[in-house]
């Protein structure tokens, strides 16, 4: 069977299978009765969706689906991921549903499914929702013009007591002791979810805040903004003289942070920053940091100066998660700046990632660029090469060969990730050390061996 859910949820185009409003209502009716089935009574489920201009028709058809099935909902409207895990598990809730495509562009969406602890939905649910899915007989494919680009809150108050909720708990909860006053940060919000709950915050706490693109219009959500395109936000933290400089993604679950010198600090330097405070005042569980296959190896040496494990997993937070739970760790990450502290959200939250960044800077009494002194990333390349056969690639002689030649010239202070994309006909090269022309030499001559080992090789001039 084709899986619909992948690591972050189902996504897709909005309008498309299976994010056509058709399929979503029946996602909606297919966990309502999986729920009903596990609880012998009728769930309740509460909703949040980001500013794309189909999460509004998206998450109507979502509640027809749960109400059909016996549900009842709740809608906190434009809220962030994590900030739906936070009311699924205090409401309680036996369900928390996100209609948010993240990091991507307007045209696309998607569903995310989080149970009651706050941990996305377990695979066995989302298989049978898939077979609820490829059961229908028809699915009638809808576009954005089918439905209303707008949607009316069914009850515009609940969902204001929803956020403020999850507003409280950020402040009182995660900030209860931090006090910004004196402050300056520049906020981006890529025109996404955290528009208005992010300045709110921070200004609760005493900051001085500036908000960039932050006026959502339905299609610019991520659109050269954000945690993709840091530039502007660099600019800005320089022309205002800000403290600090924060950039979200489209539904806030990542920030990456630019430093008082304009200089951009993504998920690894904050796994450094944030494992040296907790170290320090022995909260970092085990001497333990979990991160993914993807985080530089300078982060990995940075941290055996200070005694501190990086244990590495698939890419993906998911399995970050999994690992931090596994072994009882108490921060977790990966680069593109989705940090997880397990003991306050199984989410990871891009607001509790800022205001733990933030207390650090207030409690070390340092700057940003002060705190990551000590971790210098290698340099890095990344290169995709088109295969026609995902061959596993210890069974290919000549690639195994090329690989070995390149991890003993690194040495230990280099290192060369192979892996395939989980979506793409696509071999993708990772190489870092401590010279961009050799790691750049050693990925072209690798990218060689594999695409005429497996690829398409074009003699190209």
């Known amino acids: 069977m084709k899986r619909l859910f992948g690591t972050d949820g189902m996504r897709g185009e909005a309008g498309r299978f299976p994010l056509d409003a058709a399929t979503i209502e029946t996602v909606g009716a297919s966990l309502a009765r999986r729920l009903t089935e596990k609880l012998g009574r009728a769930p309740s489920v509460v909703i949040g969706r980001d500013t794309r201009e189909s999460s509004g028709w998206l998450e109507q058809a979502l509640v027809a689906g749960l109400a059909r099935s016996g549900a009842t909902s709740k809608s906190a409207g434009v809220i962030t991921t994590p900030g739906v895990a936070f009311l699924a598990r205090s409401l309680p809730a036996d369900a928390g549903i996100v209609i948010s495509a993240s990091h991507n562009a307007y045209r696309d969406n998607g569903v995310k499914i989080f149970a009651p602890s706050g941990t996305k939905l377990d695979e066995e649910t989302e298989r049978l929702i898939e077979g609820d899915v490829f059961a229908q007989a028809k699915t009638v494919a809808l576009t954005n013009t089918d439905r209303s680009l707008k949607v009316d809150e069914t009850d515009a108050a609940e969902a204001h007591d929803l956020r403020s909720r999850y507003l409280d708990f950020l402040a009182d909860e995660i900030g209860w002791d931090l006090s910004l006053r004196g402050m300056r940060l520049v906020l981006d919000c890529a025109n996404g979810a955290a528009f208005k709950l992010a300045p709110e915050v921070f200004e609760r706490l005493g900051a001085r805040v500036s908000t960039i693109n932050n006026q959502p219009d339905g299609r ?46 993504n998920g690894d330097g904050s796994l450094w920053v944030l494992a040296r405070y907790l170290k320090a005042r022995h909260e970092l569980a085990h001497d333990t940091v979990v991160a993914t296959v993807m985080s530089n190896i300078g982060l990995e040496i940075a941290f055996q100066s200070l005694g501190i494990r990086l244990v590495r997993t698939d890419v993906g937070d998911k399995y970050v998660l999994e690992e931090l739970l596994r072994i009882g760790a108490s921060l977790g990450g990966e680069q593109s700046g989705h940090i997880i502290f397990p003991k306050l959200s199984l989410a990871g939250d891009g607001l509790i990632t800022t205001l733990s960044m933030l207390r650090t800077m207030s409690k070390d009494g340092k700057a940003l660029h002060e705190l990551t002194e000590g971790f210098q990333s290698f340099p890095q390349i990344l290169v995709n090469v088109e295969v026609k056969v995902k061959q596993p690639f210890d069974e290919v002689p000549a690639i195994q060969k090329a690989a070995r030649e390149i991890e003993s010239d690194l040495g230990a202070n280099g290192r060369l990730l192979l892996r395939y994309s989980g979506t793409e006909p696509l071999a993708r090269i990772m190489i870092e050390g401590e010279s961009q022309d050799e790691i750049e030499k050693h990925a072209s001559a690798l990218a060689g061996v594999i695409r005429q080992a497996l690829g398409f090789d074009l003699d190209l001039p």
């Open 220 to 265: 610019n959500i991520n659109l050269e903004s954000g945690a993709l395109h840091p530039e502007t936000l660099q600019a800005e933290v320089l022309k205002q003289a800000a403290d600090l400089g924060v950039a979200f993604d489209g539904d806030a679950d990542r920030a990456l942070f630019v430093d008082a010198n304009g200089r951009l600090v």
